[in-house]
Structure formats: C-alpha cells, structure tokens
C-alpha cells in the first residue's frame, strides 16, 4: 500500500526561512512564490486579506499575474474557467457565499478537466449570516469533482498551496486548499517558508496539454453532452479523480524533499498502539493533538486521524488504519442536515463497513459558525470513546451536537 | 518561562489602542528568541473603542492548541476603563499576572476587583506614550511592563527588536520614541 501518513520531518534541501506571519499572508505569500498567469479573484471575509495581498505584490511588480478584478465569485471563477481553458496557470480564492456563488462554474471547472488553484478560507454558510469558521462551504461543494486538501496550520496550507498547483497540473483536475477561518487565516503563526527560486523551480514552467489559444492544434472545449456521451465524461471524471490519489502522494513526496515537510494522505497521531482514535481535520486537530498528548500522561491510548485529503476520499487505507481500533470518534464542523451525521462521519462509516475487523464508531458534530471547540469538548468525546470501548455504552445512532446550548 | 511550558496571555483593550498590533509584535519578537507562538484577535463587531480581547501563546516547544484562551497566565489591561465594564480576570490561573494601564497603585485595582492571590502590577503606559511618543497609544508601553512583570526575556531585546521592526516602516524619531516607552514603562511598573 502506498504511503499514506505524515512522517517525521525529513532533511530538507533547499533553504528558505522561519516567518511570523497569518495562514492567509502565507497562503498569498505562496501564491506570489508561484507566480501565476492569471489569479481572477473577489474578495470576502475571512479571505479578504489573501487577495489584498496578492494584489499588493501585483500592484508593487512583484508577480507577473494578470490580476482580473470581477464583480461577483460567480464571474471569478468563470473568468478563471476561461483562462485556464485558454492555457494559463491561473490561481483564486474565496470562502463561504463567495464559493456558493461559484457553484454552477465549480462542477464546469472539473468537467472540463482544468488544473485551477483555489484557495478556499473555510467559513460557515449562510443563514443566518456569519462569518466564522466551520466546514459547511467546502463540504457543500464535495461532490463538485475537485481535489480538496485540508490543512491544520499556516504551514499547511503553505506547503498545500505550492503542492496543490503541481497536483492539479498532473491530474488535469481543479484542487480546493482549505484551511480554517480567523483560526488559521488571522492568527499569527511560526512557519517555514521556501525561497521563491525553490518554488519556481517546484512548480516549474507550466505547459498547457490542451489550450484553447493553441491555434496550430484547434480542440473543442466545454461542448455539448448528449445522452450518448455525457454518462462517459462523468466516467472519466471518477477514473481522474481517483487517480488524483496517487498524484497527490507522488507531489508530496518531490515536495519533502526540498521542503523536509513530509505528506500523506492522512496524518496519524499517536495511532498505532492506541485502542480508540478520533477522526478530524482542519484546525481542531491540533487542539485534539494537545488533548490526547495530556490523555496519554493518564495512560489513555488514545490516538487520531487527521484527513488531509477529503477528495478523493482514501476509503481503503483509512478503513485499513482504523481497524485495530476499539472505538472511532469522527468529528465534523459542518453537518449534513438531514442524514445521519455530517460529511466525514458518514465517508468514515461507510468506509469501514465491509471490513472484517473494524471498530464502534460515533458521530459528532462541533463548532458551527465559529462556536470554540477547546479541550473540553474533546476530552467529552474521549470519555465517550472509553464507555463504548469498554462494552458499557453502544455507540449513539443520532449525531452528537458538540459545544451546543440547550 | 520554563522548558515546555505554554504561557497563555490575554489582552483587553478598545478598538484602536493597538492590543492587536502589541500580540503582535510580541509574537514576532517571539520568533527572534526561536519560541513558537500565536496571536489572534477575538473577531466580533470590533470598532473604535469598542472593547476588545486578543490573545498571544508563547512556548519553547511547537503549540498544537488552537482554541482560544480561557485560562491565560497573564492579563494585560490596555484601558483601564474596561475593568468597570469587562470581567477581565476570568478564567484567570490562580498564579497569574494581571498588569493594568493605569495611575492607581496595584493595591487599589486589588481593592477595587476583590482580586485574592496572583500578582498585579501597575504602570501609566498612556502617559509614557502621550511624553514619548506623543500620542497616547499605550500598547507599546505595556509591553515594557510586560516584560518588566514576566522576566520573559532582558529588556534590551525587545529595545533591539522594536528597532529592527519598526525601522521598516517609521521616522527615526517615532522608533527611538516607542523604545523610550517600553524602557521607561519597564522601570516605573509598580508590583503587587
């Protein structure tokens, strides 16, 4: 099986340097590194301050980008459509209703197989409106064909950007970079950055497989799909998806070894000897580290899955790194109003079904809208994973509203 | 601060007193002693001088957390106006720091708060900022105090880093202005 973990740090060849700095002034800072042709882009809170600095470095002479100031996401992302399409590395960001504006584009983007980079700064959909952190933009658009890559810190999503481009240029698929809103996006934090040399010579110069503007080999984009051949192309669509899998793991791996930052598919956290795990992404996996490193020293084995890559989903090798498990936490910061718990529970669940050996799992939904979800509400859910572990609860049929008033 | 150990500190202040820009710059001059570190704002309806909260974390060992601070070792207090109007020792440790922008001597803020236990100190960052910087923007002061009530590093560091960092962007003026501040304010900090 490939490697599917995050590994210790591994010697890094190129150079680069530790910065203070917001996950949105690296995830801008990446994207000025990259140097895309086009970034068309619309800015909205939390991810206003990605593109107010991007703009910066376009308006200093700093990038070489055509910076396309549209009036709406929807004219974003279609104008982003157009220019990929024409044959230019083109890079936007947006969150929320910006992303929701995007929605009739996003499923064109992939369909017509266009390596677009966005940076999506996770933030609760309306209503009511909100502007706070949790996952309900980006799982909405889960079924939309695009690769989506979580991140837990600034360096994340740092590294996941300048990774993203490479993915999406090999796989011939649009790739979403999400990271947490005000959590990740405004907080300070200590990251390593790349020089922009190493970058530029990471992504290298990009050369269209197909482009529009290619007059010398003219190709029909975006066409027409009868009953005859549209069932094909969405065919063809799950067969690039699913191949993003490994193109993702092949990128991470040439990124480690300049960066020294190593990624898989999904991090492990004091997994391997432990008997209940909690499954989660995006910044709570860090709170969830804090808790169960504290849970350990009380001789707790407690463990955690962190998901990078929520799409594809790795269905095989997280069923595989959760079956010596006794009992299984997945938590979700969006929900799927409706069914039996949100996105990732419901992935996780059915993963493991068909396995021979696989543990109890329960569901929980957290921090909508930006609620806190500090250490308290995850030493609730380990308290909760010990009772089912131990034979004395049976894990709950309905979701688990975490951190919620009565 | 010890090998390991995670200092949590809250600020209040009201919009515009510059709390956000000191986590800041705390947080920056962090990095220059090779700690980890966050800071992050409390994002509301924050306006000019409407009440607000942000918050640094400090550690010699990378910090995984990402709630907010609920139990901070140290509270700084940018306005002493707010201690009328926000409980600004919440939560607090039981060992913590409270330090107030203020002319009133610690005793005083103990009385008035019912504060038991912990440490409180006092210093009128906002004069030290109207006489050396000459404007009353407190959040540099403080930092002074900050430094003086922790021992987190020797003052002359944060003189060289408020130097270096400032430098990119004020008049030669302005900066040896807001090192005064942080030097004057480090020694007239009064204890408690």
């Known amino acids: 099986m490939a490697k599917t973990t995050t590994a210790p740090r ?29 970034v068309a882009a619309y800015p909205i809170t939390p991810q206003t301050t990605i593109v107010e600095e991007f703009a910066n470095y376009v308006a200093n002479g700093q990038v070489d980008t055509e910076y396309v100031n549209v009036e709406s996401e929807h004219s974003a992302m279609s104008a982003c459509i157009g220019a990929s399409a024409a044959g230019a590395r083109v890079m936007t960001t947006t969150s929320s209703q910006g992303l929701a504006l995007m929605w009739e584009e996003l499923s064109i983007a992939s369909a017509m197989r266009l390596p677009i980079v966005m940076h999506n700064v996770n933030r609760a959909l309306s209503g009511p409106i909100n502007i706070h952190c949790d996952h309900s933009d980006s799982m909405g658009a889960r079924d939309m064909g695009w690769v989506q890559l979580f991140s837990e810190t600034a360096q994340e999503s740092y590294d996941n950007t300048i990774i993203a481009v490479k993915v999406a240029e090999k796989a011939l698929l649009p790739v979403m970079v999400l990271h947490d809103g005000f959590i990740t996006s405004h907080a300070i934090d200590r990251f390593d950055v790349l020089d922009d040399a190493d970058v530029q010579k990471f992504v290298g110069e990009y050369k269209p497989k197909h482009a529009l503007l290619n007059v010398d080999n003219p190709e029909t984009f975006g066409p027409f799909a009868m009953p005859a051949f549209y069932y094909e192309q969405r065919k063809a669509l799950r067969v690039a998806l699913d191949a993003a899998k490994d193109i993702v793991l092949k990128v991470s791996n040439d990124y480690a070894k300049i960066s020294g930052r190593e990624y898989g598919l999904f991090e492990e956290y004091r997994l391997a000897d432990a008997n209940i795990a909690i499954v989660v992404l995006g910044s709570t996996a860090g709170t969830t580290k804090y808790v169960i490193d504290e849970a350990r ?62 543990p109890q799992i329960q569901g929980y939904v957290y921090g909508l809208g930006g609620r806190d979800t500090g250490p308290d509400q995850i030493e609730t859910v380990i308290e909760d994973l010990k009772k089912i572990a131990g034979g004395k609860e049976a894990p709950r049929e309905a979701v688990t509203l975490l951190g919620v008033k009565e | 601060m010890g090998e390991g150990k995670l200092t949590e500190i809250r600020w209040h202040a009201r919009g515009g007193q510059g709390a956000v820009t000191a986590a800041k710059l705390l947080a920056e001059t962090a990095l220059a002693q090779g700690n980890y570190f966050q800071a992050f704002p409390e994002y509301g309806p924050e306006r000019m001088g409407a009440p607000i909260q942000a918050f640094t974390r400090i550690s010699t060992e990378p910090i995984h957390i990402r709630s907010s ?84 590093m020797p003052i002359e560091n944060l003189a060289d880093y408020v130097r270096s960092s400032f430098g990119k962007k004020f008049a030669a003026e302005i900066i040896e202005g807001n090192v005064k501040a942080v030097e004057r304010a480090y020694a007239e900090v009064k204890a408690e």
């Open chain 1, 10 to 38: 591994a010697r890094a060849k190129a150079k680069g340097k530790t910065v203070a700095m917001t996950g949105n002034a690296g995830c801008a800072l990446a994207m000025k590194q990259i140097n895309p042709d086009v």
């Open chain 2, 69 to 152: 601070v609920t139990n901070p070792n140290i509270v700084v207090v940018l306005d002493p106006t707010l201690l009328n109007t926000v409980d600004v020792t919440a939560g607090m440790q039981t060992d913590g720091i409270l330090i107030v922008n203020t002319d009133d001597e610690p005793a005083e803020i103990r009385k008035m708060l019912r504060l038991k236990g912990r440490k409180i100190y006092t210093v009128n960052a906002t004069r030290i900022a109207q006489e050396t910087i000459g404007r009353p923007i407190p959040n540099t002061p403080m930092m002074g105090a900050l430094v003086r009530a922790t021992g987190m």
């Open chain 1, 297 to 358: 020293e009380k001789g707790v084995k407690v463990g955690m899955l962190k998901l990078r890559l929520f799409r594809p989903f790795p269905a095989a090798e997280i069923a595989a790194a959760l079956s010596h498990l006794k009992a299984v936490a997945v938590m979700d910061r969006s929900d799927s109003i409706g069914a039996l718990g949100g996105p990732v529970y419901l992935e996780v669940k059915a993963a493991l079904y068909n396995s021979k050996k696989r």
